[in-house]
């Protein structure tokens, strides 16, 4: 018992003594900072949504690939993933660009939920995420606002 006991502490102590080794990274600042219509294909539209992704750390942010998720009204309406890779600098930005696929489904489940004056334009959006960095540096990110489509995107729906 004793020996279990002694064990158990040892554990705690060195996982206490590993979490200091990684070092504390505040989130990254991200804004959505604009929507281009891409070719699309057959009952699905594309964007690209670019991101600036701002590093207040005092440590550079390697990454290795970008996925996002997009939510209007409450409701999902676009996912995509990059396998774009680079580095962010110490207090530091730069502006990533990501496609992502809207489906049929998801555009008539958006426009099931709008009023018939309604448009896209001007809803609340979430935009989830995060940047791939291996095991322990992947970081996660949430930005939300309001929806401000390419006036030939806001038109169609």
Not at 60 to 87: F, H, K, M, R, T
Not at 109 to 115: E, I, M
Not at 136 to 153: I, Q
Request: hydrophobic content about 45%; aromatic content about 6%; glycine content about 8%.
């Amino acid at each position: 018992m004793h020996r279990a006991r002694a064990a158990l502490l040892a554990l705690l102590l060195l996982s206490l003594s590993a979490c200091a080794l990684f070092p504390h990274r505040d989130p990254l600042n991200i804004n959505v900072v604009g929507f281009e219509p891409l070719q699309s294909q057959d009952m699905e539209m594309r964007f690209a949504v670019k991101i600036r992704v701002q590093n207040p750390n005092e440590t550079v942010i390697d990454y290795n690939g970008v996925a996002l998720d997009l939510e209007v009204n409450g409701q999902p309406l676009a996912s995509g993933v990059s396998d774009q890779s680079g580095s962010i600098a110490r207090f530091s930005e730069t502006v990533l660009t990501v496609p992502v696929s809207v489906s049929a489904f998801s555009v008539l489940r958006q426009t099931l939920g709008l009023s018939q004056t309604q448009t896209l334009n001007n809803l609340p959006y979430v935009l989830r995420g995060k940047l791939a960095g291996g095991l322990f540096g992947t970081m996660r990110f949430t930005d939300s606002g309001k929806l401000s489509l390419p006036t030939s995107a806001a038109g169609t729906w």
